[in-house]
């Protein structure tokens, strides 16, 4: 085994013999989420749900012309957030654990499902569920989940969480309102 070619290959992110392949420092902010996401469409957004499709590109398949593992990844990270937002959290945090099982493969310009549902939204973590299907036929592709830790950055925060869980809007309101004419920590 040619370990030197290996190196090259890590090194130059898998573009050994293409010259003009782009750095890192050269690509715009954020490039990694919009590359993967972009074609992805929302379908329905409901409290601690949130179900999305689209239609696989071919920037995101791997060696063997299936969805690649590290965007089905990416996809659990942003799916699931978006599904603790939908539970009502201001502040997803950041990850404390991913998980995915590929049970199947996409290709090309096939059409997947991905639904994300919040398992738990508590003070301090929280966790979603988020299953890839293909949307012809309801074969689970794969299946992930992610853990957040969520911070709590004020009591003003806590309080409007806690209220928009339990849909008070006025109270909401309320609570930002007598923020705003005292501190709070």
């Known amino acids: ?3 030197e070619s290996v ?3 890590i090194e130059k992110g898998g573009h050994e013999d ?3 392949a782009s750095k890192i420092e050269e690509m715009p902010l954020r490039f990694f989420e919009k590359f993967v996401m972009e074609g992805l469409h929302i379908d329905l957004i409901e409290p601690g749900r949130v179900v999305c499709s689209m239609k696989v590109p071919p920037r995101l398949l791997n060696g063997g012309d299936c969805l690649h593992a590290g965007a089905t990844a990416m996809l659990v990270d942003v ?3 978006a599904a603790l937002v939908a539970a009502g959290v201001f502040l997803t945090g950041v990850s404390v654990e991913i998980n995915v099982s590929y049970l199947d493969a996409a290709y090309a310009d096939e059409e997947i499902e991905i639904e994300a549902r919040v398992l738990r ?3 301090a973590v929280g966790s979603a569920s988020v299953d890839f299907r293909k949307k012809k036929s309801g074969a689970i592709i794969a299946q992930g989940r992610h853990t957040k830790y969520l911070p709590i ?3 003003i925060v806590y309080d409007a969480q806690h209220l928009m869980r339990n849909g008070s809007l006025c109270s909401i309101l309320n609570v930002l309102a007598a923020a705003s ?3 709070v920590i």
Do not use: I, N
């Open 181 to 183: 004419s005292k501190k």
């Open 1 to 3: 085994m040619d370990l």
């Open 121 to 123: 939204a508590g003070k």
């Open 18 to 20: 293409d010259k003009k």
């Open 79 to 81: 799916v699931g957030s």
């Open 7 to 9: 190196r090259r290959y």
């Open 153 to 155: 950055s004020s009591k």
